[in-house]
């Protein structure tokens, strides 16, 4: 069983889905960034992103391995004091013990994408990561990602839908908090998705051109996260500097002390 410390994250983190206020993580890929938000007051949950740890440490997105995964979410569980989701790929080989690893290091819910895999063999990985987290004692939060609709090729937009309900309906029904649908960008893809899924079941990711998140309230969507864009824009402000400072630039004088 889990420390009563993880038990009392994982209850914060579910309150959180369930209240009426749309939840916003801005997610963050090392101990730096995540203390850096964290220290903001309106701050209530952490959450990585697979994709900027694995950018840190040099590996594509979906190709880091999972021992360097676990190792970069364990900095930023180490350095907070909130409820920290992960982002971890597929689950790996074993999505199983992947969860269970990542509840001992204090992780509380995590995002764990169906890459479209065969519906059956997706429904079934989602039942075996709530079996594990339900044997640790904790109210873990899966934010069971479907690619549906990001991996949904040239299929028409409504079939990619449909094929997210469905299966959505099938995680939340395994134990899933809520499903996550990159590429849900718009109205016209958000309201049929709420229908299908329920007010207060669906995750989005705040792409560029995405939706406000007081909109995406209104709309009934529970979660709204940025993936690596929060990433892309740091990498942004030190690539602008670089060049000011081998221009005629010198380090602003209203520069914060964060790290």
């Given at each position: 069983m889990?420390g ?7 209850q ?8 009426p206020?749309?939840l916003r993580v801005?997610?963050v890929?090392d ?7 964290a ?6 949950a952490i ?7 694995a950018a840190?440490y040099?590996?594509?997105?979906g190709?880091m391995p ?7 979410v364990?900095t930023i569980?180490d ?11 597929d ?8 969860i269970?690893r ?6 509380v ?12 063999e997706?429904?079934?990985?989602v ?6 987290a339900?044997a640790?004692?904790?109210a873990?939060?899966l934010n ?7 991996r949904?090729g ?13 299966r ?6 395994a134990g899933a908090?809520?499903v996550?649908v990159?590429g849900?960008l718009t109205?016209?893809v958000?309201e049929?998705l709420v229908?299908?899924l329920g007010r207060?079941?669906l ?12 909109e995406l309230q209104?709309?009934?969507?529970a979660?709204?996260s940025y993936g ?9 402000a030190?690539?602008d500097l670089a060049?000011d ?12 002390p964060?790290?």
């Amino acid at each position: 069983m889990t420390g009563s410390n993880t038990s009392e994250r994982a209850q914060q983190l579910k309150a959180l889905h369930e209240a009426p206020e749309i939840l916003r993580v801005v997610n963050v890929w090392d101990a730096i960034s995540a203390s850096t938000v964290a220290a903001l007051p309106e701050t209530k949950a952490i959450a990585t992103a697979g994709h900027s740890i694995a950018a840190a440490y040099g590996y594509a997105d979906g190709t880091m391995p999972l021992e360097m995964a676990l190792a970069g979410v364990k900095t930023i569980v180490d350095a907070v004091d909130l409820p920290v989701t992960a982002d971890l790929d597929d689950g790996y080989e074993n999505p199983a013990e992947t969860i269970r690893r990542a509840i001992a290091l204090g992780v509380v819910g995590a995002n764990v994408e169906d890459r479209l895999r065969p519906f059956y063999e997706a429904v079934a990985r989602v039942h075996a990561v709530m079996a594990a987290a339900q044997a640790e004692g904790i109210a873990f939060q899966l934010n069971a990602r479907t690619d549906a609709i990001a991996r949904g090729g040239d299929r028409p937009i409504k079939d990619s839908i449909d094929d997210a309900i469905t299966r959505g309906r099938a995680y939340l029904d395994a134990g899933a908090a809520l499903v996550f649908v990159p590429g849900a960008l718009t109205r016209e893809v958000i309201e049929p998705l709420v229908e299908g899924l329920g007010r207060g079941k669906l995750s989005v990711i705040g792409a560029p051109g995405a939706l406000p998140a007081a909109e995406l309230q209104l709309l009934g969507v529970a979660r709204v996260s940025y993936g690596p864009f929060t990433q892309r824009v740091a990498l942004r402000a030190i690539r602008d500097l670089a060049t000011d400072l081998y221009s005629t630039g010198v380090i602003p004088a209203d520069t914060p002390p964060l790290n």
